[in-house]
């Protein structure tokens, strides 16, 4: 497990803006059981999701006209429990952090895997999700 004190801030850049935190296998349960659209950010300290994906997810839910009815998160390597009960739900996708998933009615609809996010920009990461709001939200 990471230090509180590393992961923190990364938390508070999503906390900040509206984010929900899923921090035990229940809430993730709770969360997508139920209805509409809920965006889950699988957070993480590596700098592929300070670069790309949180700047991505804040620019995609600042700029949809159309956003995700729940905007949810949980850290990897931190809110272990949570996160393996996450994963899951992204069955058949393998274990991946940073990841983005998007859900409607507790189903999986959209997802942005670890290698989809390395190298990328976050304009790319937001325009990706902006597009996946607007066919689901």
């Known amino acids: ?18 984010f929900q935190e899923l921090l035990t296998p229940e809430d993730v349960d709770n969360q997508l059981s139920s209805k509409g659209t809920t965006l889950v950010m699988i957070n993480s300290v590596c700098g592929c999701s300070a670069g790309s994906a ?6 995609a ?8 009815d729940h905007l949810t998160t949980s850290f990897a390597g931190y809110d272990v429990d949570a ?12 274990p991946s952090s940073p990841a983005i998933a998007l859900f409607k009615d507790g189903q999986l609809v959209h997802f942005i895997e670890r290698h989809m996010i390395e190298g990328r920009p976050a304009q790319l990461i937001a325009h990706n999700l902006i597009a996946a709001f607007e066919e689901y939200c």
């Open 1 to 18: 497990m990471y230090p509180t004190e590393i992961v923190l801030p990364m938390k508070e850049e999503l906390t900040d803006n509206g």
């Open 83 to 94: 996160v393996k009960k996450l994963r899951e739900h992204l069955l058949p996708y393998p």
């Open 61 to 68: 839910v600042t700029n949809s006209a159309k956003k995700p």
């Open 54 to 59: 949180r700047p991505g997810v804040l620019m």
